[in-house]
């Protein structure tokens, strides 16, 4: 069984700055819920019993986000709306959430390894808040029947433009057992383009054993000065543990910067039963504008560009 996640939120998110002074960038909305919650939702589908969110300064509205809200409750009851906030209410009812503080944003390895003391000596479940997943079966579910059945790490991964490998931890690959499942020869972070192993870049979704936490203990600084988690996972492979990828099926939306949150915002209306048509009418609507706008192009592109937004 993996019944614990760890959820990596100790990042200063400057990628979303200014509006993440204050408000964490996992706090940011996917249309009406914030992304942490869509992660936690994988997790309670995939068996996760306990979150272990890993956090820093300003993040303590994640806190709040996950908790009981009497008031709230009382005022949505009156007024015949508690549909409005049910998921998350079944989610607070029904899981743990423990919260640890990073206390230097060392990196992602670096997070991990706070949340050692609350794991022990059993096989951990990674999300990065950052990869959001939609489709039709929860990610992490098919990475931990491959944990429980090979007795083996796993990563997921995906397919990702060659010129684009140099952004991603990338596996080389030992052995291909169905189009989507392939044990894993060599991790190796963000390498360049005539090193990478493959074009199969992991993603944040991992099952990792308990050994883990050594490893990353012995660390050093890797790649961009940071405690790099695919480093740790590479030593786990040399140190003779077994580990599988696991190809995602549906669409991943990197919503660590602006762009990929706007796009997931956009793709999830669009698959909104109640808001779809809204959202593709609107779309459509800015099409022919956009026709309009591509005939005056030139003399756009100073306004547009100048607007203070
Ligand atoms: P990122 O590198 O994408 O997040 O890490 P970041 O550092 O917050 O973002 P930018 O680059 O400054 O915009 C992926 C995940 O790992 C967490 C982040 O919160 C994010 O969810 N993380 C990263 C930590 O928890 N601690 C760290 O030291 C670094």
Partial sequence: MVTKAIIPAGGLGTRF???TKSLPKEMLPIFDKPAIQYIVEEGVKSGIKS????TGRNKSVIEDHFDVHPELDAFLESKNKSELIEGISK??????FIYVRQKEPLGLGHAVWSAKHVIGNEPVAVFLPDDIIMGKTATMAQLVQVALQEKCNVVAVQEVPMEDVSRYGIIGVRKQFSPNLFQVKELVEKPRVSDAPSNLAIVGRYVLSPKIFDVLEQQHIGTGGEIQLTDAIQELLLSGEKVFAVKIQGERYDTGHPMGLLKANIDYALRHPRH?????????SLDKDFVVM??????LAKPVGSLVL
């Fill in 17 to 19: 700055l200014p509006a």
């Fill in 276 to 284: 779809a048509e809204t959202i593709l009418a609107y779309l459509k």
């Fill in 91 to 96: 989610i607070v009812a029904t899981s743990n």
């Fill in 51 to 54: 979150f272990v969110v890993v």
């Fill in 294 to 299: 591509q005939g005056k192009a030139d003399a």
